[in-house]
């Protein structure tokens, strides 16, 4: 079975209707040599670079060439000429489809160049392609994730009663009204011994052992038992 050469365009395939005498398949390599104390130069490896084939080959203007290949579709030497160049005109990638041999692959053109024979009309062409790799911007969408707040917990004010233990941290005064401002107490262990709602200064407080220090603010002293 004769190998056959395709050019797969906007969808549409088209035999070559001649063969090319041979096809031509770069791979380079995208390796790195580099300098390594102790070592000396070594050798970097890197993923392959994009394929590369060239080909040359002619349209011919008479559909009964003894070159055709059969089962190809006759198609005038200029329309291939303007097919090709309208892909290139649309930035266009084409498909490449080389039977037998396992070549099928997307690319891109690189340069075509052709030329008419004069005696026969036919159009020799030279094309050079490289294999394409589809891609596309992808768009990303950066979601702040909104953390709710945490509730505040309530500050639970414990009852100041009699006998109580609490912390003070304010003045001493010799009576509820405020009166008679003496020593200031911090973080002290104090225990209330008098309540006179209503005043100014609402709590007396003793020493842990009973002695009396004088009457404080209410926003002087904190209940701890």
Known sequence: MAIK???????????????????????PGRNEAN???????????????????SLDCFFPADKKHSLAISGSV????????????KAMDDQQAIRLIVTDVKINML?????????????TGDIEYSISLKEYREYAAKFVK??????????????????????????????????????????TEVNATRKVNFIAKGRSHPYHVT???????GWVTAGSVRRIK
């Open 142 to 183: 950066t979601v702040t994730q909104q953390i709710s707040p945490q509730p505040t917990r309530p500050v639970v004010s414990q009852e100041i009663t009699i006998g109580c233990t609490v912390i003070v941290n304010g003045r001493l005064h010799r009576d509820s009204y405020g009166s008679g401002p003496g020593q």
């Open 74 to 85: 006759y198609m005038p030497p200029n329309e291939y000429v303007a097919l090709i160049e």
């Open 35 to 53: 300098e390594v104390v102790k070592l000396g130069e070594i050798t970097q490896l890197a993923a392959k670079g994009l394929k590369a084939v």
């Open 207 to 213: 020493l842990t052992n009973g002695g009396w220090r």
């Open 107 to 119: 690319v891109s053109i690189e340069s075509f160049r052709w030329s008419i024979v004069d005696s």
């Open 5 to 27: 050469f395709y050019l797969e365009i906007s969808g549409r395939r088209y035999m070559l209707p001649v063969n090319p005498g041979s096809i031509t398949v770069d791979v």
